[in-house]
Structures are given as C-alpha cells and as structure tokens.
C-alpha cells in the first residue's frame, strides 16, 4: 500500500492542488526511541566529543538530523502526555510531574498515538517509562489488575515502570500485572505519611550506596533512597543497574514477535535520568563520569534495536525516530558527581537552559528520523514538536482524527520524511510548570515571569535565534512591537484552546 503525500511546496496555499505528488509506503513499521532527560549536545551527531554514541551517529548519518525539533515541554510528564494525545499539557490540569501513584492522567476516551495507529491496523507496544498515573480515581491497585493504563489507551502490549526511576513503586508493570510480584508481600505505596518498617534515606543515610543533594530520602530501594515510600514486593523489584538491559529485551522481543504485521514501538528508556546507574559493563566508558557512562548505556540499547531490525530484514520498512522528552540536567537530586565530571562536555550544546526551562535547551531535543530508501540522510532545520507524531502519522496511514481530538497536533509529515523544509509555522514552549514561551519562526518570546520565581525577567523576553541561538541578547526593549505581536499570538493559541494551523494543514486532502 502506497499513500500519495501531497506536498504543498508553497506554503500556505490550500487549494488541494498537489505540487508534487511522492508515493510512500502507507505502513511501515514505527519505532520511537525516547530518551530521558537527553540534551541537544548529548550526543556524537550533534557535536558531542567525550562522549561515545556510535549507534547513534549511525542513526543519524542515515537518517534526517533535525536542529530545531521540540518536546512541548522541559520536564517529563507534560511532555509524554503531549506526546501521546496531540494536547498541550498546559490546557489541561494535573499534568505536571506525576507521583508514582497517581491516577491515569489522560481520559481513556481520548484518541491517542497508539490508538491512531492500532486503528490503522498497527502492533502497537510500549516499553520503559511510562509517568502518565494508573488505575482509576484511587490510583493503582499494585496487587491485583492495574487498570486503566497504556492497555486501555491503544497500546496491544506494555512493560513499563509507573513512574521514574526515582520515585517508588521500584517495579515493572507489565500489561496490567506487577511482575513477579509474591502474592503474599504485598505492595503498598505512600506519597504522603512513611509507610512499613523499611529504612529511608532521611533516617539512614549510612545506608545508601549514592548520596543525595536534594529530596529523594524516601525508602530505600536496591541500596538507593526514592521520593515516596514503599513496603512489600520485594521480589518484583528492580535492580537499578539491569534496567536498560531488561527493557531493551522486552523491546526486542516486541520486535521479534510482530515481523508479520506492521507495528508501533514506543520504547521510553530510563537513560540518562536519575538515578544513574549503569551496568558494569558501562561504568568508565565515558569521558564524564556516570551521567556519560549511562549515555553510553542508552547507545547500546539504541544498537541493539537497530541491529534487532536488521538482522530480520526490516530496517527498510521501519521508521526508526530517536529523541527526547526534555532538556539535560547534571545534579538532579543526587550526589552523583555529574557536575564534578563533566569533563567540559555541553549537555545543552549551544544553546541555553536545560531541563525545567523555557530557554531553548528546556525543549529543544535531538530528534531523528530515519527510513532508508524513503527519507534522504541529512539535516532539517524544520521546527517539528513530539506533539506532530499524532496527525502525521494519521496522516501517512490515512487515519481521521475526530475534530476535538489531537487538537495542537500539526501534521508535519512532509519535513518529518524530508520532502519540505517547513515544518510547524509557530510553537508554544513550557518550562513544565508555569512559564511559556512562543517560538513564531527565528523569533522566540518568553512572557513576563511576575508569577512564582525570579528565572526570567519580569517584563518578558525577545530573542532572534538566527543572529542568537544562545538567547543572550534580550530585545524585549529594543523591538517591542514584535513582542507584542508575539505576546498576543501566544494568547490566541491559549484562548482558542487548539493550535489554529493544525486544522488547516489536517484540512489538506490525502490522494490515495
Ligand atoms: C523532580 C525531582 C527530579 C526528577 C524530576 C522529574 C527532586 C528534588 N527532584 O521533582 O529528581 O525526578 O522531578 O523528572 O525530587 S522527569 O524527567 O520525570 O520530569
Ligand atoms: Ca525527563
């Protein structure tokens, strides 16, 4: 099956009139690769030099290598639950970082990624960190069926952690069971009042194998002390230095098991969050410490899945995308020594910011994107955003999204494969709490921070990106005009309650 992509080389005409007519298979396989917490400078392709990725230079010298793609925010949870509905996650409440034992964040009614796909016909599977709640109103029952969950949300197969691997319950989750959990412990969680007899790290930081910096002093778990507390489950629970190895499996096998149908993986590794703890095998492989070493671990698991599709012969017929669900942070709550070694690496590259910001390194990602034969290796300066997944891939496999649904999903699938040079016009930035940001082409706006912290200035930001990646050089008083343009753009987009160039590209007829 060929789907007919219709590329509108001149922007902005909607006429229905293809200018260039390109056949691309309608159904190859997908495999998302998303990383956590890694930077735009984390890796070989996009300048690192201390540390080692060669699957994912691979990847990115075969694929198309993108400069300007986003995640729609800095931090995790917001930032996968865009990902997943094609929803800014600041329209809707409760979807900033998660507890462990939050309930499922996004309404099982919603059109998902997943769902998009598994309507199409699609395997559809998820693998690793998952951050989004589970179960009901009450959260999860840990012991019996954990419902609803990525199951109910259109995923066929899931082996997931609830949370982080900072945050307990320190257990894998697969479908809707615990895995080997012994009926006769059973698990409890708590986020508020310390439950069960177990050591925390508050009471016995004598214990703990890595130290803390801030937070993090609930139970301790396999020698590491979490946010929250937990009793029970002791056979189901993780060790932290298996974690990748044991997710990647789960991934391969997902791939081993589905080569007859076309299937969607989204595989969300741990790497490179916290707490970093590498497999011996990893541990020095790096030139920056452990923050490195657990880089170089996430290159491993990004080989093996490449290796996994070329030894079945389906490389050709799959969409490999790798990226990102935020920016970099070196101290993240423990005593890990990642700033001691940073060894002058640039976990930002050259941008500013990181995690938890509205500067360009909160949500700008490395993001690429790979199919041979159909998209040509190189580099796009596109904007694209983790958000566009939804009506792209609607798109490519001639899906309908209800009108309601998805609704800040643009379809960008000509720059995804290569075909145009524009991708979004405009992106609204979110430093996953408060703070947004606009981007509207090179130009960036921040929105005066009079609210909660002093981080930006209280009477709003301009940046050029083009004459200033680095947001360095505030023009806010210099072009006020363009802010207020800028600033009133934002407020549109927030009052409409949809991105508005989302319907009018989804509007575009696909030719079969
Ligand atoms: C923060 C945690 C941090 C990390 C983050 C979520 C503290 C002091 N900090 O609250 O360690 O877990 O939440 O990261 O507890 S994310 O990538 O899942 O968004
Ligand atoms: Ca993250």
Same mark, same amino acid.
């Given at each position: 099956m060929k789907t007919i992509l219709c590329l509108l080389l001149a922007f902005g005409s909607f006429g229905g009139v293809c200018a260039t007519e390109v056949a691309v298979p309608s159904k190859p396989n997908i495999v998302l690769i998303l990383a956590d917490d890694l930077g735009f400078g984390d890796t070989g392709c996009y300048g690192a030099t201390k540390i080692p990725t060669p699957n994912i230079d691979r990847l990115g010298a075969q694929g198309l290598r993108f400069t300007d793609a986003h995640a729609t925010s800095a931090t995790c949870t917001p930032s996968r639950y865009s990902l997943l509905t094609g929803q800014y996650p600041w329209r809707k409440a409760g979807t900033g970082v998660l507890p462990g034992n939050a309930p499922l964040v996004i309404d099982t009614n919603q059109v998902t990624l997943a769902s998009i796909l598994k309507s199409a016909g699609y395997h559809t599977g998820v693998v690793g960190k998952w951050h989004l709640g589970l179960g009901g109103a009450n959260g999860a029952d840990w012991n019996h069926e954990i419902r609803p969950g990525p199951n109910e949300l259109g995923f066929d197969y899931s082996f997931i952690m609830?949370?982080?691997?900072?945050?307990?319950?320190c257990v894998y989750i697969e479908n809707h069971r615990v895995v080997g959990l012994d009926p006769q412990d059973q698990i409890q969680v708590s986020y508020g009042k310390p439950i069960g007899d177990e050591p925390t790290g508050k009471a016995h930081p004598e214990l703990l194998k890595m130290g803390l910096s801030l937070g993090h002093d609930g139970t301790i778990v396999d020698g590491i002390s979490r946010i929250g507390f937990m009793t029970g489950g002791k056979s189901a629970r993780w060790k932290d230095e298996d974690k990748a190895d044991t997710f990647t499996q789960k991934a391969v096998n997902f791939i081993n098991q589905n080569t007859n149908a076309p299937f969607f993986l989204y595989f969300a590794t741990h790497d490179p969050h916290v707490p970093r703890v590498p497999h011996p095998r990893f541990v020095g492989k790096s030139g920056c410490g452990v923050r490195g070493d657990v880089i170089v671990e996430f290159d491993w698991c990004v080989g093996e899945i490449l290796s996994t599709l070329d030894k079945l012969n389906l490389a050709s017929n799959t969409i490999v995308i790798l990226s990102s669900d935020n920016g970099p942070v070196l101290d993240d709550g423990y005593a890990d020594g990642a700033v001691r070694d940073l060894n002058n690496h640039t976990p930002s590259g050259p941008l500013r910011g990181g995690?938890?910001?509205?500067?360009?390194a909160g949500t700008r990602v490395p993001f690429i994107v790979r199919w041979p034969g159909q998209v040509v290796p190189g580099v796009s300066g596109a904007l694209v955003c983790l958000m566009d997944f939804s009506a792209s891939f609607a798109n490519l496999t001639g899906q309908n999204i209800p009108s309601g649904d998805a609704p800040d999903s643009v379809n960008i699938l000509p720059a995804l494969l290569g075909?145009?040079?524009?991708? =979004?016009a405009k992106l609204v930035e979110h430093d996953g709490f408060r703070v947004l940001g606009l981007r509207n082409g090179e130009w960036k706006f921040i929105e005066p921070d009079? =609210?909660?912290?002093?981080?930006?200035s209280t009477q709003g930001e301009l940046y050029n990106l083009t004459h200033d990646l680095g947001e360095t050089n505030n023009l806010q008083t210099i072009q006020p005009e363009k802010s207020k343009a800028l600033s009133a753009d934002l407020l549109e987009t927030l009052r409409a309650g949809r991105t508005l160039e989302a319907k009018s590209l989804l509007a575009e007829p696909l030719a079969k």
């Open positions: 609830a949370a982080t691997g900072d945050r307990v319950p995690k938890y910001s509205v500067y360009e075909k145009s040079k524009n991708g =979004r009079t =609210r909660v912290r002093a981080n930006y």
